[in-house]
């Protein structure tokens, strides 16, 4: 079974800095995406960023990029420039690439990041 | 833009209380699925389904059940609701492998 960790319950950064939020995963898998999830006070569940396994290159959205360590099971997100909406949970999910339960997340616990003025 | 509604954004009911949580999507997903949300916890996969009239158990599926008649709804039900499933309750939907989009959450309260 895969499992998703995410060990910094809670965060802060000033307005204008970077921070990284960490997330490591367990799984048997060769094939399988990576995502992080942004949750605001407002409640809606947003994709943030998305990751294939099978690629080397990391993603980047924007000021959202991440460090995706294949061999040491470790999905960071950095996010550079942070801003008052970046407020907000964000989760780091696993996803089969294919057969039973494709489709399916697999959720951490969640980082809870508050941005400072 | 996908968009899935979910029929409330508070509900409060009654301890034994039969409740029913409605979620639409209208993108004709195929995947659809319920989570239940508390703090510490993360979200917790309740049922899930691939396609009309079917359904999956997930994490946490006891004192639930689901109901999906139609490819574009999917219900949630507590049979009886008790005190401990006062909670945030997401509805996502999914094209095959792609990435889940949310609805805005129900925040449930059974007193």
């Known amino acids: 079974a895969q499992t998703v960790t995410q060990s910094q319950p809670e965060m802060s950064v000033q307005e204008a800095e970077t921070v990284t939020l960490s997330c490591t995963y367990d799984?048997?898998?060769?094939?399988?995406?990576l995502f992080w999830y942004k949750q605001p006070p407002s409640r809606q569940m947003i994709l943030v960023i998305r990751?294939?396994?099978?690629?080397?290159q990391n993603a980047t959205e924007n000021r959202f990029s991440v460090n995706f360590q294949k061999a040491a099971k470790s999905f960071s997100l950095k996010i550079s420039d942070s801003q008052l909406g970046d407020t907000a949970m964000y989760f780091c999910?696993?996803?089969?690439?294919?057969?039973?339960?494709?489709?399916?997340?697999?959720f951490g616990k969640g980082t809870k990041l508050s941005v400072k003025p | 833009d996908v968009k899935v509604t979910q029929s409330s954004r508070y509900l409060v009911k009654r301890t034994g209380e039969k409740v029913f949580l409605e979620c639409v999507q209208d993108?004709?997903?195929?995947?659809m699925f319920w989570y239940r949300q508390d703090p510490g916890l993360g979200l917790r996969l309740i049922y899930f389904?691939?396609?009309?009239?079917?359904?999956e158990k997930g994490d946490i599926p006891e004192g639930y059940s689901v109901s999906r008649e139609k490819k574009e709804r999917f219900s949630l039900i507590l049979e009886s609701a008790s005190t401990n499933q006062t909670s945030m309750y997401l509805c996502?939907?999914?094209?095959?492998?792609?990435?889940?989009?949310f609805g805005d959450g129900t925040r449930l309260s059974i007193l």
């Open positions: 996502a939907s999914s094209f095959r492998a792609q990435p889940q989009h």
């Open positions: 799984t048997s898998e060769n094939n399988y995406y």
């Open positions: 990751q294939e396994a099978y690629k080397q």
């Open positions: 999910a696993f996803m089969k690439h294919e057969g039973g339960s494709q489709g399916n997340l697999i």
């Open positions: 993108m004709d997903h195929e995947n």
């Open positions: 389904s691939y396609d009309v009239k079917m359904k």
